[in-house]
Each structure stands twice: as structure tokens, then as C-alpha cells.
């Protein structure tokens, strides 16, 4: 990790949870990203957690915006910044519900637009910020405040949806794996165009953990193949370090569900249905970076 | 230059003789010939301005945000369904004090799809903070267009301003049009809050109830004082182009007894029914209100009043007159016409006037 820089962008001021995920990552991205970067951010977690007016907990500008609105307020930012001769980084900080649900359409015409931008979507598979509830991100099985006998839809595949857009990079990454995800923010602010980094991010209170496991929870979810670690860049698909040595023997899923509170009642079925998506997205993200689909 | 053109030609003229940083633009009818005009403009090199081709309204609006935001000027333009549809974000760029000038073309709102004048729209954004200023001419929609720049940038305001002309009545009628090279009349835009990226800030964090509402009566101060920008603005532009405007447009009002008040395109057609009454011996004046907010002085004193709304509040009334009764000691006809681009003439308003009853509402083609 020597190549980190050390220079701080978020301060220990900030109101996240205890063993909240997602601000740990944050801390890494602008770290990546440097001083010359905006964060674009809808009503998130990261709302809150920059803390409250005067106050401000991070030390780069953040331009908060409505829910649905960040992928097409950074288009008109980075067209502005772009028309005045300035490199300035725009990244959009979302989360699930934000991103999959609410923001999916302006997602959709920033990258169709080949927008200049990053967009972060870091995934606690809920709308945490208001206390929990189910999104298009939650699992199957998980319970939320919305889907309290656990929820009966499976998890929306963002990154198909992504992928179809043919942006010049795309990667997943896990708030387990900082260095993986420093890296990736860096070779994506390399590239110009739209690009997009899908961050899982175990959240302790909603995923029912206690707060000092979350960068266990994550790395159980990379050796479970519940989240593969890969980027794509111009089409060409790389699994990331991790994801391949879990991939050749992943561990059992309850290896990983078993630990959440939020999966306590789950049924046997949707833990089979569970361990077929994981074996078929192994299947298929293997093919593919092995040049065969 | 000396040319014809339609109202929505002229709001494109404006843009282009206004200069934005970026163009941010969805088509709907009635408006759609404002957006495409620009695309020529820039596809041309007339235009030097960035043209972001969004995939909705409200990412129209957000777009023009974030745009406005690194303190570049941004123009959209939209109607009717478009702009309900980028309503959060109307609130969201006033409460961002950024200076997005938009035009809208009054159209209707659905159900069932109706595409012609109404003002019901705009009106219903009347508390978002925007300023909104509804033209009569085509000459009006590019004067205007201009003018809503300036006044948007003056650092006494930095709140957004709407430019409203009525679909297809102004949109898509051809009158002539006299284009200005704006020169200073329209200087740089200075955005004292531009993102900087030397001085990090947070923009519109999470803001407490103890320092909330000082934000929202900044935005009241703002409005109060864009009153004496818009005058001073229009007095400005008279002075350099020769053509003057007020806060309301006032025809044979000085001896009026009674001032039938309207807005948009019926407010110009007022005046050839005042002039018709006028022969018979009534003493009427027209008022054609131009901007809605800020909401003008009104001289109606001791005179009877005929509104006429193209426009309506379910359950309330006509917007314009209970404005106006809310502010003013006046006996009030209120009628309620144009609704769906329903044709009113100066036919029409003449007999408004004769058969008025003070007190009472009318709805055009409804009641007897």
C-alpha cells in the first residue's frame, strides 16, 4: 500500500456508523483522485456523513444533489468544466437506490452520452440512509424494514445494465480490497469517457453485523463468489487478484450469509437459488475473460 | 438586423446572441423548434456553446445545475409536461442560487394529450423561486430572453428566471423580429459560489433548522430585490435598443373605470377589445402582466377588474385574479378562458367586459 498517497480528503469528523464501509472507501477514491476532483453526490448515506452545514468533513468540493439527479448534474459539471479548458475529475458518489432504482435513468443517458465522468456506486443493498428498506439492489432473502419475511425478488444486475452501454471502463470492487479499489479509481480517471466502478459495501447495521467484521464480511463475500472482483476495460474483462483464487474454490455461501442477521430466516430454496447465480456468474465472468462467450 | 421569425426562432435568437457555456435540451412540443434551432446554431458554429442532448427534463434542469454550478451560463427550454416533470429540480436550482434561464412554452397538461396555450403549467411553478416573465410578441420572447440573463446574473439576484410564451399562439406564429448585438448589455457571469476546487466546499449539506430558513429568506430577499433589477434592466435596454418595458404592459388605462387584465398573447388581444369598447363608450384599459414574480405594483385602485385566466387552481380559482384579490382591494370578474388553447377573441373579451359581474367567476364556454 507504500504508493498511497497520505494526504487526506476525508476527516475524522465525519457522522458515519461505526464499521461503515462506504466511507472507507470513499477515503481511498479521493485519494485516487487527488485535489483536482468534485463529488457528485444524490441523498445517500454520504449525504449525512459529510456532516452538517457550516460543518463539512471532506475537504474537496461536494455538490449534493436531488436523488435522481447526480449522473445528469455531473454531465452538465464535466461539459462545463470540459468547455473552459478545466480537467477537473467529476465522480458520482451514489448509492444503490440511487443508482439502480431512482438515478438509473440519468445513468443510463450520462453513459449513452459518453458523458466525461466517474460514477461510484458503492452497494449496500438497501436504502440505508433512511433506515433500511428494500431496493433493487437487496438480495434474495434478505430482510429489510419493507420485506420483513425477507425479499422474494433477487438482486438487479447493475452491471449488465452498465455493460450494455459499452462504457470504456468498468470494474467492481469491495471495500475489503482498498488497494484493488485505488487502483481501479486511478485507471479509471486515466480513461476519458463515461466510466463506472460498482463497489459492494457491507454496512453493519443493516446487514445485521457487528461493526468490527465489516472487512471480513467483504472478503467473505469475494471467497463465496457472492461478488466478483473484475474490470473491463474497452471490452476486455479482467478478473482482479482475489476473485481468481476464490473462483477456482469458492466458499460455501453460508460461509457468508450465515453471519448476517439480515439472511436469519432465509429458506432453503432461495439459498439453492443463491448458489446457482453465484456458480452461473462464475461461469459466465470465466468465459468471458477467457475470450470464449 | 430586421428579419421575421417565430417566437420560438426568437428565444433561440436571444440564446444565440446571449452566448451560454452550455445548452442542455429535450424536445416537447411546443417548444421543440427552440432546442433544434440551437442544435443548427452550434452544429453551424454560430454558437459556440456546448449542447448536452439529455434524456429527460428533469435531467435537462439537472444537467443546466451542475453546468451553472462551475459558473458558466446555461439555458434549457421545455413546456407543459417537461417542465412538472423537472419540478424537484426548479426548487433545487433556485435553492443552489444558480442563474439557469429557461424558456417555456405554455401548453396544457394531460389528460387527454393537449398541446396548445395554457398557462396552468408555469403557474404551478409559481413557488418554486424562479422569476417568470410571460411575453406577447415574438419581439417580446427575444427582448426578454436577453434580459432574463442580465437580470438572473445580477449578483443582487443569482435566481433563475423563466421566460414564458403561450404554445403555438406565440410559439409558432411569425411576426417581425429586430436582433441587437447585446455587446456589454450582457456582461461575463460572475458566480460568487462557483465550484473551486482551491477552496473546497460542501454544497448544500445537510442544513439544520436553526440556519434553514436563513437560506430561504436570502432566496425572499433576492426576489424583493430583483423588482428594481428588472427595472433597471429594461430601462437599460430601452436606453441602448429603444424598445422599453414595464413590469405590466398598460393600454388607455389613465381614465380606465374598468382594467380587463390578462396574460401572454390574450393580453395583447385585450387591447383591440379595449379599443371596440372604447367606441362604445365604456371606459376600459387593459393590463397585460408580464412578470409574475416577482409579483408587480398594480395601479387598480377604485376600478373594477376583469381576469381573465388561462390557467386554473382546482378547488380555488383563477391564479391571476386571486393573486390580484389577495393583494388588492378590488371588486374582481373572473374569467377563466383559453384553457387547452380554447379560442378566445377580442370579440370575446369585449363581451367579458360588457356583461361583467364583479364577484363573481366565469368559465368561458361553460357558463351562460
Known sequence: MADIPKEEFIFKTTSACAGCSSSLCLRHILKAAGPDSVLVVPACCTSVIQGIYPNTAFNIPVYNVAFAAAAAVASGMSTAFRATGRKT??????????????????????LERGTDFLYICYDNEAYSNTGMQRSGGTPLGAATTTTPGGKSEGKKDLDLIVEAHNPPYMATACSAYPLDLYK???????????KFIHILAPCPPGWRF??????????LAVRTGMWI??????????????SKNAMRKPLPIEEYIGKQGRFKNIDQRSIAILEQQVAHNIARITREAEGIC | MLTIATGNKAVADAVKDARPAVVAAYPITPQTEIVEQIANYVASGELG???????SEHSAMAACI???ATGVRAFTATSSH???????????????????????????????WNIWAEHTDSLSMRDTGWLQVYVGSVQEAYDATLMAFRIAEHTNVLLPVMVNLDGFALTHITQPLETVDPGDFIPPMELPHAIDITNPVGYGTLTPPGEYYKFRWDIERSMRSAAEVIEETQAEFGKRFGRRYGATEEYRCEDAEVI???????????????????????KVGSMRIRWFRPFPDLDLEGREVVVIDRDYSFGFGGIVAHAISSKYDVSIYSVIAGLGGQEVTYDDIAGFVRDRRPGEEFWFGVDA
Open chain 2, 66 to 68: 451542475g453546468a451553472s
Open chain 2, 260 to 282: 380587463v387584465v390578462a396574460m401572454g398573447t390574450l393580453g395583447k388581444e385585450m387591447e383591440i377589445a379595449v379599443d371596440t369598447l372604447r367606441s362604445e363608450g365604456v
Open chain 1, 89 to 110: 475529475n467529476v465522480i458520482c458518489y451514489a448509492g444503490d437506490g440511487g443508482t439502480v432504482d431512482i438515478g438509473i435513468q440519468a445513468l443510463s443517458g450520462a
Open chain 1, 210 to 219: 457487528p461493526a468490527g467484521k465489516t472487512v471480513e464480511m467483504g472478503k
Open chain 1, 184 to 194: 481501479k479509481v486511478k485507471k479509471a480517471l486515466s480513461i476519458e469517457g463515461p
Open chain 2, 82 to 112: 417537461g417542465l412538472v416533470y423537472m419540478c424537484e429540480m426548479l426548487h433545487w436550482a433556485v435553492g443552489a442560487r444558480l442563474p439557469i434561464v429557461m424558456a417555456n412554452a405554455n401548453r396544457a397538461l394531460g389528460p387527454g
Open chain 1, 229 to 242: 472482483l473484475y474490470e473491463r476495460e474497452h471490452g476486455e474483462l479482467t478478473i482482479s487478484g482475489a
Open chain 2, 49 to 55: 456553446s456546448r449542447y448536452i442532448p439529455v434524456e
